[in-house]
């Protein structure tokens, strides 16, 4: 079962940051937060991970609160090809493969 | 990036015909590939863990007999689903990690999809 809960679907108009939150109340000390997603017919693609610190790159900002039992993706500038489904996941350092939930699907609007 | 590559990306078979699906990581040494499986607008499923030079460990309820994995190289790891009937259609997609990978990211193909009549 997947460790992570996240809401069905969200709207987000083009231009403005699309802010997308994961419980993982549950996460253990070793665990990491990773978020993927995936476009309509596409395999998934990978936008960032961290473990408890907040976390930066070209796509996208990670935050993860302080007790680590919540996070946030956010995407600072969402266009309409960042519709998708969004995984949050949660899996330790080991060879342990990544275990989809259900994701957001996340509609940019224009 | 690292790329990892499906092949092919749509099939279309008749029932009680077997089809083979490839996943080859083109720029790393895979030592370990995952396939999963997904049904329309659902998530995807764990299917299957293959190690190279190793047999494939399956997840309950995944018939070994029916889907076949042999990863006999580091950068070739191969679903064969056999016998297949119109249940067996969805979209198979493989994941593939190098040696060292422990935290960094899991590559994805770009799923075959498979239509079985």
């Known amino acids: 079962d997947a460790k992570t809960t996240q809401p069905p679907s969200m709207d987000c108009a083009e231009g403005r940051a699309a802010n997308l939150p994961c419980n993982h109340s549950?996460?253990?000390?070793?665990?990491?937060v990773y978020w993927y997603r995936q476009i309509h017919s596409q395999g998934p693609q990978y936008i960032i991970h961290g473990l408890k610190n907040n976390e930066t790159n070209e796509m996208a900002s990670l935050i993860i609160t302080e007790d680590r039992k919540s996070s946030t993706l956010i995407l600072p500038h969402a266009t309409l090809r960042d519709t998708a489904v969004y995984y949050c996941i949660v899996r330790d350092s080991g060879n342990t493969p990544l275990v989809f939930g259900k994701g957001t699907r996340l509609s940019v609007i224009a | 990036g690292a790329v990892v590559s499906q092949h092919p990306s749509r099939v279309i078979c008749k029932s009680g015909t077997s089809v083979k699906i490839e996943c080859r990581s083109l720029d790393f040494q895979a030592t370990t590939m995952f396939w999963y499986r997904q049904f329309p607008k659902q998530s995807l499923m764990l299917m299957a863990t293959?190690?190279?030079?190793?047999?494939?460990t399956y997840e309950q309820g995944v018939e070994k007999d029916k889907f076949l994995i042999n990863h006999a190289s580091l950068t070739l790891s191969t679903l064969t689903v056999t016998s297949a009937h119109p249940e067996d259609s969805s979209f198979y997609i493989c994941?593939?990690?190098?040696?060292?990978w422990g935290t960094g990211e899991l590559f994805f193909g770009e799923g075959s999809r498979l239509t079985v009549l």
């Open positions: 549950t996460i253990s000390g070793n665990e990491y």
């Open positions: 994941s593939a990690k190098s040696g060292s």
């Open positions: 293959s190690n190279e030079g190793s047999k494939a």
